[in-house]
């Protein structure tokens, strides 16, 4: 069964400086996966998925992720952190039973000191 | 376009009450998801409709919640009678119905934060 486990529940980070949000997928099959972001009150918005084209995967808002098979992982990076950055970040991968059911891990949540 | 609609955002019940959520889609979205989301942890699935049929509802506690979605538009989810664990955030997202194997991107709405005491 698919699955992804988010390293951190909390990071924070200064104005500006770089962000990495950790995701580490398990899959036995190429998996296709998602970054979501959700803001306090709000729903959950989609930031950039991978679907086995480019590794490395632009997103909004300036952020990327970078897939690496041999790595399982799909870390979330932005160069540079903005205050308005600060929310819950969570990683997801499509279920290999059902290509319209998503799963999601147990979220990371970003600070912006400033 | 109009986003994924949710009503009412907040409500707060005593243990054993009732309580309902609705939702109302993007149009032309043929597939509709309630997701239980407790604070601390990600979105976990309760029920999937395509169209007005249930495509997966095996997360969903059938002896106190129940969903319809009778005209395969809008959608209701219940809970009764409510439990202190079930305070949480309830998401409804819809996604367009495709073909073959590609992506099917869910968008979501705000949300319902329940809090039973």
């Known amino acids: 069964a698919q699955s992804v486990t988010q390293l951190g529940s909390h990071v924070s980070v200064s104005e500006g400086a770089l962000v990495l949000l950790r995701c580490n997928y398990s899959?036995?099959?190429?998996?296709?996966l998602f970054w979501y972001v959700q803001y306090p009150n709000q729903g959950l918005q989609l930031l950039l998925k991978?679907?086995?084209?480019?590794?490395l995967v632009k997103g909004i808002n300036g952020f990327e992720a970078e897939f690496k098979k041999s790595e399982t992982s799909f870390h979330l990076t932005k160069p540079s952190a903005h205050m308005s950055d600060a929310a819950e970040y969570f990683c997801?991968?499509?279920?290999?039973?059902?290509?319209?059911?998503?799963?999601f891990g147990s979220g990371t949540r970003l600070s912006i000191r400033p | 376009e109009a986003g994924v609609a949710q009503s009412p955002r907040y409500k707060i019940i005593e243990k054993r009450q009732s309580v309902a959520f609705w939702c109302n889609p993007i149009?032309?979205?043929?597939?509709l998801y309630w997701y239980q989301q407790i604070l601390g942890q990600g979105p976990k699935l309760l029920i999937q409709?395509?169209?007005?049929?249930?495509?997966?509802d095996s997360q969903l506690p059938k002896d106190r919640f129940s969903a319809e979605r009778l005209k395969g538009v809008d959608s209701t989810l219940k809970i009764q009678p409510a439990k202190l664990e079930d305070s949480a955030v309830y998401l409804c997202?819809?996604?367009?119905?495709?073909?073959?194997?590609?992506?099917?991107?869910?968008?979501f709405g705000p949300g319902t934060r329940l809090t039973v005491t």
């Open positions: 149009s032309g979205h043929a597939t």
């Open positions: 409709f395509q169209n007005n049929g249930v495509v997966d």
């Open positions: 991978y679907t086995s084209a480019a590794t």
């Open positions: 997801a991968v499509r279920s290999y039973s059902s290509a319209s059911k998503i799963i």
């Open positions: 899959s036995s099959v190429p998996p296709y």
């Open positions: 997202a819809s996604s367009f119905l495709g073909t073959g194997t590609g992506l099917y991107e869910q968008y």
